[in-house]
């Protein structure tokens, strides 16, 4: 027999998918200013022009520094409410996430056979989204640093200087995009009913068909 | 609930959050469109401006002149980087040079002599492009501060100018970053006078801004109460340009 059951609470979804364009959008504008200094990899410019990257400084910085508070602001909340619900129980790794991650992983990749409980988030899952969390706050502490290295340098000075703070800044970003690769994979491999729940809130269930066995017993 | 139930209510559920969620896009997406069309003030879309605005209102209200760019040793200076020759294509007669301060009771010009009887000042900063490279250089030369507090104006205004002679450059600053104790007039670079393509005879040396702020090939200072232009803030970057 089928039910419904509760995952994800509405405020956990609407931060979830509006965190999407944001960041979309804070990358975006980011590669618009990484062209006007390619330190750490570079196109050819025919390339730069053919994805319209070339050239759109002051648009960049002005879109960063723009949706950076949105970003932020999104962020700032989906920590309050994961903190006020009591959700964070659920997402924050405990001593056994580690282990669990280890053997999520190798179920991933077929050498494990037993698949990670049935919780709402495995041990992987726990580790991979406070991370990424811990990411979003290095990424607003970094690029704070690049934005106003004399009024926070002591912030820039944590970072190794500048050009430090301008590395970590653009790492981050590389391993959002990792991120999101993976995290699509395993939304696929999931299936369905997993992804439409983070959509519409509930999943479906199958649970053995407990009111006929009380009828049994009560006739 | 019997699975038919389930089956009416997740059908009801689905469409219900889809939909938000088609809507929700479609709202982002109109934003987005709204937000690049709109009119262009300064070469930028006029709510991204407005952002800029507020981003300076809220800099400005934090910025204390007592908060130094961070000082290097020596060893650190890194090989200067040349980056834009506006307002220094014009010839320049250096002996005929003069700087110009607009704004007081009545025009002042000085010699290099008057710039060098002021205080001398030495720092090593990081001067931050606002490309993203940036370069550690020994500045010399003589404090802002100082040239403002030689030659008053009746009353401190909000802003300072800074143009080359031809005008073919041209900055603002507000004036608390004018008056920052790092702010030089600078004279000289890494050791030795100013080479002609970085500014001779004199130079703005600016940490609390970004490279664009560094005016070269300084001819007129003004005060004022209005707003300066700025090169490139009518050309889309941020006019406050602070760090």
New interface residues.
């Given amino acids: ?4 059951v509760k995952k994800h609470p509405l405020a956990i979804r609407w931060f979830h ?1 509006l965190n999407f ?1 944001l960041l979309a959008v804070m990358i975006w504008s980011g590669i618009l ?2 062209w ?2 390619p ?1 750490y990899a570079n196109l050819p410019q025919t390339w730069w022009r053919a994805l319209h990257i070339n050239n759109h ?3 960049g ?3 960063h ?2 949706f950076m508070w949105l970003f932020m602001i999104n962020g700032v909340l989906y920590v309050l409410y994961t903190l006020f619900s009591g959700e964070w129980r659920e997402l924050v790794p405990n001593r056994h996430s580690f282990r669990e991650a280890w053997h999520t992983l190798l179920h991933d990749l077929g050498i494990r056979k037993e698949a990670p409980p049935p919780r709402k988030f495995n041990g992987a899952q726990q580790i991979a989204y406070t991370g990424v969390l811990l990411m979003g706050l290095g990424s607003l502490l970094s690029g704070l640093a690049i934005y ?4 926070f ?1 002591w912030l ?2 944590l970072f190794l ?3 430090g703070a ?1 590395f970590v800044h653009f790492a981050l970003t590389v391993g959002y995009v990792l991120f999101f690769l993976v995290h699509v994979a395993q939304v696929i491999r999931a299936g369905w009913n997993n992804f ?1 729940a983070m ?4 999943e ?1 269930q199958e649970v053995p068909d407990v009111s006929l066995v009380i009828n049994d017993e009560q006739q | 609930m019997s699975n038919s139930d389930v089956d009416r209510e997740l059908k009801r559920l689905t469409r219900r959050g889809f939909l938000t969620m088609a809507v929700a896009a479609g709202a982002g997406y109109a934003g987005w469109k709204w937000l690049h069309t709109r009119a262009r003030d300064g070469g930028l879309e006029w709510p991204l401006r407005k952002g800029l605005l507020a981003n300076e209102r809220l800099a400005e209200a934090y910025f204390s002149r007592a908060r130094l760019s961070p000082s290097f040793r020596p060893s650190d200076i890194t090989r200067a980087r040349l980056n834009g020759r506006l307002g220094l294509k014009s010839p320049i007669d250096l002996d005929a040079w003069r700087l110009k301060i607009e704004g007081t009771a009545s025009t002042v010009a000085l010699t290099m002599d008057d710039i060098r009887a002021l205080p001398r000042h030495e720092q090593i900063t990081e001067l931050r492009c606002i490309e993203g490279w940036s370069i550690i250089v020994k500045w010399t030369g003589a404090r802002l501060g100082d040239l403002i507090a030689a030659h008053p104006p009746a009353e401190l205004p909000k802003y300072v100018a800074l143009e080359t002679p031809d005008r073919g450059y041209y900055v603002g600053l507000d004036i608390e970053s004018a008056m920052h104790p790092q702010t030089l007039l600078a004279y000289e670079m890494n050791g030795s006078p100013l080479a002609p393509l970085h500014g001779a005879p004199l130079r703005l040396a600016i940490p609390v801004k970004y490279g664009i702020k560094n005016i070269k090939r300084i001819g007129t200072i003004r005060y004022t109460n209005i707003r300066p232009a700025d090169f490139w803030a009518e050309r889309g970057y941020d006019w406050y340009a602070g760090h």
Avoid: D, E, H, N
Wanted: zero cysteines; aromatic letters at 16%; a positive charge.
């Fill in positions: 027999m089928k039910r419904l998918w364009p200013i990484y006007a200094y330190r400084l002051p648009q910085m002005a879109l520094f723009f106003k290295p004399v009024q340098s820039t000075k200087g500048y050009q301008r439409r959509v519409i809130g509930v479906v």
